[in-house]
């Protein structure tokens, strides 16, 4: 008889996102080591909710976390929040919070060849190691699927960017 795979299963765990209201309809927060799919159409503040929860989590919680961006320049998410007191530059320069910028350069026109995202992968994982890592916001995973014309190969890339976090352990907004 197979052994039940299913036995001695537990919970899985939280982390708040001390985030008013939306711990209390997730009730407690996201789930631990896992990513969450924030959707909405441009301008529903999708941006500002993964600066938030990246915010709340390093000032009130002690974390460090990581934010790849696909369309914002990190300078310009820093200074649309400055107007409400968050000053993600000094977590930057306390090694709390690093940027990774994979926004469209707009002096490339057009898609050469095939691609991979391996490199942004990379540092994601460095980026990750560096400061101890443990939430994530990639904004806007959307981006991609109108940068590149490939969409099985968008969706490839995308799950081993998932996977990469995965075996990291972090948690996250996309």
């Known amino acids: ?11 899985l765990q939280k982390i708040p996102t001390g985030i008013d209201g939306l711990d209390s309809i997730t009730m407690g927060g996201i789930t631990e080591r896992r990513m969450v799919l924030v959707a909405g159409s ?11 929860f990246l915010y709340r989590r390093i000032s009130e919680f002690g974390a460090s976390g990581v934010f790849v961006t696909f369309e914002e320049r990190p300078r ?15 977590f930057v320069e306390q090694g709390k919070l690093i940027f990774i910028d994979a926004s469209p350069n707009p002096t490339l026109a057009g898609e050469i ?3 991979d995202l391996s490199g942004l992968i990379a540092q994601i994982e460095y980026a990750v190691q560096k400061i101890g890592a443990s939430c994530i916001v990639i904004d806007s995973i959307g981006s991609l699927f109108s940068q590149y014309h490939d969409l099985g190969m968008v969706r490839l890339n995308i799950y081993q960017i998932l996977s990469s976090l995965g075996n990291l352990g972090i948690t996250g907004l996309m």
Do not use: F
């Not at 441009?42 to 938030?52: Q, R, Y």
């Not at 649309?80 to 993600?88: E, M």
């Open 76 to 90: 310009d998410i820093a200074r649309n929040v400055l107007s409400i007191g968050w000053h993600l530059d000094q």
């Open 113 to 115: 060849g095939h691609y």
């Open 1 to 11: 008889m197979p052994e039940n795979e299913l036995s001695g299963l537990q919970a």
């Open 42 to 52: 441009s301008g529903s503040c999708k941006t500002m909710l993964g600066v938030e």
